[in-house]
């Protein structure tokens, strides 16, 4: 069993850099900043998640008796630094664009600063917890943007990479907007509505399938969800309408069906004729089987009578961009900026931020990414969360993080909700950050 908040759960090389600036004595302040250098074909915007497990895994950072104890059986490290391990804490602070929020490429998201272990030894599971919720939170959005007023649930977990993924897979879809998940432990853990229905198997398992239908409904009461698909879709949709006359006299409602193979736009029409005749409008129709954005734009657009969709493997998985090219680097040292030149990789130097504009009806307009120190107009996006180690407020509640995602996805400009790729949004870098690369050696940046 993984124990995803070990410290362990790391690079090999973290550990022997360590043991390099133990050696060498380096332990003063050192700013690393997390950014993502360029986005996804398919994406014209990200929006920033994972903090809440981050702050939660420097808050608890240590390195326990058991792992100190394999550390000195592996052969790669002195006993006098295994010392040095079992003592090291998180001391340092941490500045964080909050989750929810929409950034762009080259825009620093999380700044960390500490002493130069505490800083490098956090990277791997810093660039895992947020690049992975970051990924996934970004391409359930789509999904909210083209499906609007639509009930969306996260069907992933059984195809999710993981139990771990499968878990902050759910957390991610629900702060771009899904309304609830079919797994249980995110239920539990974060208070996501739980929605499901039945497998095809329960059908099987009966002998008849309107008694299948009947004892499900009296065995949930509650949330009377029937799958209508294991074997003639349009006779169930009948088998539903006669139930619920039966039903009614035990003042038990059927709340809607699902549908998970077939034809769906033409399937949920049919469905739809059939319910509305038998009196049961008011019985929505739910779908799942392999969705994701594109496939929602086009059953709306075409007019499907569907309420609500399940979308799991394609967003769980981020199936179309299922990786960030995102980095967290060295940006100051002693007091000193620090640059990176190689071939493609060149870095802004220096502690930065990010101040975003917006237009007069609340549009975002501009971005600008500067030094800390060259206040610039507009919003600052990156703010104070964690100082000597210790979290400066409470974890804020999901549905905080929801709210802020609604307001951010609102004030996108038109062409970048779309799924189709539209014209960069504008991200302009400041004069003084500019002038600062430069004296440093760095290569034209544009």
């Not at 539990?188 to 499901?196: A, D, V």
């Not at 509650?222 to 349009?234: Q, R």
């Not at 739910?286 to 609500?308: K, P, T, W």
Request: charge should be neutral.
């Amino acid at each position: 069993m993984i124990h995803a908040d070990s410290v362990l759960l790391t690079d090999l090389y973290q550990l022997t850099m360590l043991q390099g600036y133990w050696q060498e004595d380096m332990r003063d302040s050192a700013t690393f900043e997390l950014f993502v250098r360029k986005l996804p074909r398919t994406r014209n915007f990200l929006i920033a998640a994972g903090l809440e497990q981050l702050l939660a895994f420097l808050e608890a950072f240590r390195f326990t008796d058991e792992e100190c104890l394999w550390l000195r059986q592996c052969g790669y490290f002195q006993a006098d630094f295994i010392d040095h391990l079992a003592r090291l804490r998180f001391t340092g602070a941490v500045w964080a664009m909050p989750e929810g929020t929409v950034f762009f490429p080259n825009e620093p998201i999380i700044r960390v600063t500490a002493p130069l272990a505490e800083a490098q030894i956090i990277e791997t599971r810093l660039i895992n917890l947020m690049q992975f919720q970051t990924m996934v939170a970004s391409k359930a959005a789509r999904s909210v943007l083209v499906a609007p007023g639509k009930l969306l649930t996260d069907f992933g977990l059984r195809r999710a990479h993981g139990a771990e993924a499968g878990l902050l897979a759910a957390r991610a879809c629900a702060i771009a907007g899904f309304s609830g998940s079919s797994n249980v432990l995110a239920g539990m853990r974060f208070g996501i509505p739980m929605y499901g229905t039945m497998a095809h198997s329960y059908i099987m398992a009966h002998d008849d399938e309107a008694e299948a239908f009947e004892r499900f409904a009296r065995a949930q009461p509650s949330n009377v969800v029937l799958l209508i698909d294991t074997y003639d879709t349009l006779a169930a949709a009948h088998k539903v309408v006669a139930l619920a006359a039966r039903l009614a006299s035990s003042h038990l409602r059927i709340s809607a069906v699902r549908l998970d193979s077939g034809d769906l736009l033409a399937l949920s029409r049919e469905v739809r004729r059939i319910l509305d005749a038998g009196g049961l409008a008011d019985c929505r129709v739910f779908a799942s089987g392999d969705l994701d954005e594109y496939e929602l734009e086009r059953l709306i657009h075409a007019g499907a009578a569907i309420d609500g969709f399940g979308v799991g493997t394609r967003v769980t998985t981020s199936e179309d961009a299922p990786y960030l090219n995102c980095a967290y680097k060295l940006e100051e040292y002693a007091g000193r900026p620090r640059l990176k030149r190689s071939a493609g990789k060149v870095t802004w130097p220096g502690c930065k931020q990010v101040y975003r504009s917006y237009d007069p009806q609340g549009t975002m307009r501009q971005d600008i990414v500067t030094l800390e120190a060259e206040v610039q107009a507009g919003e600052p996006l990156l703010r104070p969360v964690m100082q000597n180690g210790h979290r400066l407020a409470p974890p804020v509640r999901l549905a905080e993080v929801q709210a802020r995602v609604r307001q951010q996805l609102q004030a996108l400009p038109e062409p970048l909700r779309k799924l189709s790729a539209a014209a960069a949004y504008s991200v302009t870098v400041a004069d003084g950050l500019r002038r600062l690369a430069a004296k440093l050696g760095a290569p034209p940046l544009t």
